[in-house]
């Protein structure tokens, strides 16, 4: 039994695109070839590695299996190429990763944006998740890390501690809600909301209305924090956001108020299978995001809050 890399790529990509065609298109090969490959590793193993059918292709018991050991083996040479290509022309290579909202809103960029200027042979592919959907990713191995809430069921996972996401209550300076220091959710969800449309935030303010019994009444749902403060600061209804979104945004037109749930707090870590595992350049992006990370929050901090509170003018 002899597979080479080309093999174990073209099967986990045949996996990835749910056909033998659409796996042949990603790894920029002739169909026939691809068929003939697939065919060739059925023949050597002696049992077949997907169940076939009009709609496409999907792995049986022994394809996922073998998918099981692709994944590992093409990630190991990976690692193994970015860590010899580092003693040569600089460092080069390409870190798979995802993040929820909360990395991407300020700790993720600000992390890229030091890491990229020092190496710019290292190409980056990110996707945006939720937290559940993360670690089920990097479990299965179709993602080398992701940045997540520590909040998330994380299996057998690695993590390391980056810092603290924290949500606030956003209400415009003109509202009565504004004279307050802080408010409980199950106050605010009685307000007309300001949100996004989808995404891991609103998933996790979801679950939390469903705790009590509730559900949030959206006004309007937008794309992005900024356009959500926005509306919130013309008066159109309240909102939850990070406390770094609302930062940025800088509006003494917008107030934060403290959410006094314990779960406004949330514990971003990155999580991998192994940490120690991981090639060069990703250790060392995840090093430059806990930097990030405890520059922004400071280590320990569990009470930092610089929001803009009616009372700081």
Sequence with gaps: MRFDLTDLRLFDAVVRAG????????????????????????AALGTALFNRSRRGVEPTAAGLALLHHARAITAQVEQMRGELLSFS???????????????????????LRVFLASHP??????????????????????????VIAATADL??????????DR?????????????????????????????????????HLARQAARLGRRIAYRVRLRSFDAV????EAGIGVGVLPQAAVERYGSPHLVALRLSDGWADRHLVVCAKSLAGLSMHSRLL??????????????????KYTGYLPHNP
């Design 121 to 146: 042979g290292v190409d980056i592919d990110i996707e945006e998740r939720t937290s559940a959907e993360i670690v089920e990713a990097v479990s299965a191995g179709t993602a080398e890390f992701g």
């Design 229 to 232: 403060a926005r509306l919130v």
């Design 155 to 164: 299996a057998e996972l690695e993590t390391r501690a980056l810092g603290v």
């Design 286 to 303: 995840i090093d430059e995001l806990q930097r990030q990370g405890m520059a922004t929050h400071g280590p320990g901090d569990e009470t």
């Design 89 to 111: 022309s600089g460092l080069k290579g390409e870190i798979r990763m995802l993040s929820n909202t909360a990395g991407l809103v300020e700790l993720v960029p600000a992390a």
């Design 19 to 42: 056909s033998i065609s659409g796996g042949a298109e990603r790894m920029h090969m002739a169909l026939a070839s691809a068929s003939a490959r697939v065919s060739g590793m059925e």
């Design 167 to 203: 949500l606030v209550a956003v209400t415009a300076r003109s509202s009565a809600l504004a004279a307050r220091p802080e408010i409980g959710f199950s106050e605010l969800i009685g307000e007309p909301f300001v949100g996004l449309a989808g995404g891991a935030l609103t998933d």
